[in-house]
């Protein structure tokens, strides 16, 4: 099952090549999570508020062991097109 995962931008970004988007929770109702897209010497990586994010992604950020969590891959799905 797919679940489509509503991917809206922040109005404004006060540093160039940081993007901010917020995609909703889909556990818990009303609740989103804000994820940062960071564009820094030709590599993009999202960072996501979340806590699988936080205690499993996090510790691999530079490594070849990195992956992102479902809200950083549904806002990377969604700028790639
Ligand atoms: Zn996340």
Redesign the pocket.
Known sequence: MTIELIVERAEKNPIAGVRTFY?PSESEEGKR?Q?VEIKRDGKTTYY??????FNR?LPFIGTNLFS?????AAVKERVSK
């Open positions: 995609v999570y994820v996501c508020n979340c806590g699988d994010f992604k992102n969590c479902k809200h950083g």
